[in-house]
């Protein structure tokens, strides 16, 4: 009991859940950890410590409310104390997607249509409450590259001219996301629990959602068909993009802007993968740096890229580029 975060036993206590055995869930690149409460029964529950000032769980409370009365398949909420950082919520269980196809890969197809299928049906609806997801924001993020990646192996880049490409290349985007959706912006296999198996088309859970913004509906497809964290085919990716265009229909740019946005996620991760390492002392991370530059350079190659293609061509070596990032110290 004492690795417990201080609070756990009597914000437990006032849930009525003071009879349950508590198991601690690894955690991940946050200062978020997870608790599971589980009775003699059988019947369990997800514990959420986001201790303020690091975290804050308000925003997870309300786009888990906003989701649910929305008909999406948020974890409903058991109990809160938003303010010593306690959530208390249903929970969906061990079965992420990314560890379910690990060990079954030949339910992939089927898991992969019903999470396209579930941002379908997300996309239906207007953008929830949520700050919008500017050009600012997008720069903000863009510039974690410069900021992380290239001091990290011994770069000095133009990073206004990073700016002025990034600038270029998401002017025509921001145009075509006047009417908003929710974006979720960590939509992938990892922050998907499969509740049933997937060839029975049972539905999927969603976490993770807590920075939800009001943005372009192609963030999150690129979050799931260009994964960092796991490998996604692009005959895979083609044929869940095909899926989504037919039951979504969205406008002419959609592909385009989907090529934008996977160049500046995937710019954004190297960077913070960078951080999470020379930072916050998680080397597990830079693994994943090569699949992600990988799919970077795939988007680099689309013309709606060019501006920033050209930035990366005079600032970033090919032996770097190659290599898929160089190596991190």
């Not at 601690?24 to 514990?47: H, K, Q, V």
């Not at 909420?77 to 919520?89: D, K, R, S, Y």
């Not at 068909?225 to 959609?254: C, G, N, T």
């Not at 689309?302 to 090919?318: C, Q």
Request: proline share 7%; hydrophobic share 40%; aromatic share 10%.
């Amino acid at each position: 009991m004492s690795e417990l975060p201080d609070g756990l036993t009597e914000f437990v206590a006032r849930t009525g859940w003071d009879d349950a055995a508590i198991e601690a869930i690894p955690g991940d690149a946050s200062f978020r950890r997870y608790f599971r409460l589980r009775r003699d029964d059988g019947e369990t529950a997800m514990l959420m410590h986001a201790p303020p000032p690091e975290e804050d769980p308000v925003p997870f409370l309300k786009v888990a409310a906003w989701l649910t009365d929305n008909g999406m398949r948020a974890p409903q909420i058991l109990a809160e104390n938003a303010a010593q950082g306690w959530v208390l919520t249903e929970d969906f269980g061990n079965d992420r997607m990314r560890d379910w196809l690990d060990q079954r890969p030949q339910d992939e197809t089927h898991a992969y249509e019903t999470a396209i299928d579930a941002l379908v049906e997300l996309h239906k609806l207007p953008a929830g409450p949520f700050e919008p997801y500017d050009m600012a924001t997008y720069q903000r993020e863009a510039a974690l590259f410069t900021e992380w990646y290239c001091p990290a192996v011994g770069l000095e880049v133009d990073e206004a001219g990073y700016a002025a490409a990034w600038e270029e290349v998401l002017a025509p985007l921001i145009e075509h996301q006047s009417s908003p959706l929710t974006v979720l912006r960590d939509y992938h296999a990892e922050n998907i629990m499969l509740l049933g198996k997937p060839s029975t088309g049972a539905p999927q859970g969603l976490i993770d959602f807590q920075d939800a913004l009001a943005g372009h509906g192609a963030y999150d497809l690129v979050s799931l068909l260009q994964d960092a964290r796991r490998d996604v085919s692009p005959k895979l990716e083609a044929a869940m993009l095909e899926r989504y265009f037919r039951k979504a229909e969205p406008d002419i740019y959609f592909l385009a802007d989907y090529t934008r946005l996977g160049a500046q996620r995937n710019a954004k991760i190297v960077g913070i993968f960078t951080r999470l390492h020379k930072r916050d002392g998680k080397p597990k991370y830079l693994g994943m740096i090569p699949r992600v530059w990988e799919a970077m350079e795939r988007d680099l190659a689309h013309p709606e890229l060019a501006p920033v293609a050209r930035w990366f061509d005079a600032n970033i070596p090919a032996e770097l580029r190659k290599s898929g990032g160089g190596t991190i110290s």
